[in-house]
């Protein structure tokens, strides 16, 4: 998603034209540092019971992809990353999608 910008063709012409944004109307949560020190003294199993299924599968699949597939060798065991970073990072993830739609809700409602 860019930002819109005007442009003009070699008739004169005025076009739309889309650019990259440059990230400067993202919203990002002012209790992201709050949060990201509560999951990491959150236990494990406390996530999951935060988390839905599509979630849950999420958090394995991104463990998987960048963890031989889930099937490290016996060689590679020190290079995986445990599976509760990306528990702690899909819970990110909602926590931002969160305070985003609360920020639109509230853009709409022009209050909050």
Request: net charge negative; aromatic share 8%.
């Amino acid at each position: 998603m860019g930002s819109h910008l005007e442009a003009t063709d070699d008739q004169g012409n005025n076009q739309d034209q889309f650019s990259i944004s440059n990230g400067s109307s993202h919203c990002h949560s002012p209790f992201t540092a709050e949060f990201s020190e509560l999951l990491s003294i959150m236990s494990t199993k406390t996530m999951l019971s935060l988390m839905s299924t599509q979630q849950k599968h999420l958090a394995k699949a991104l463990w998987e992809a960048e963890n031989f597939g889930g099937k490290p060798l016996p060689g590679q065991m020190k290079e995986v990353y445990p599976k509760r970073d990306y528990y702690e990072l899909v819970l990110m993830m909602e926590h931002q999608r969160q305070w985003e739609e609360k920020q639109r809700y509230c853009k709409a409602a022009k209050s909050c």
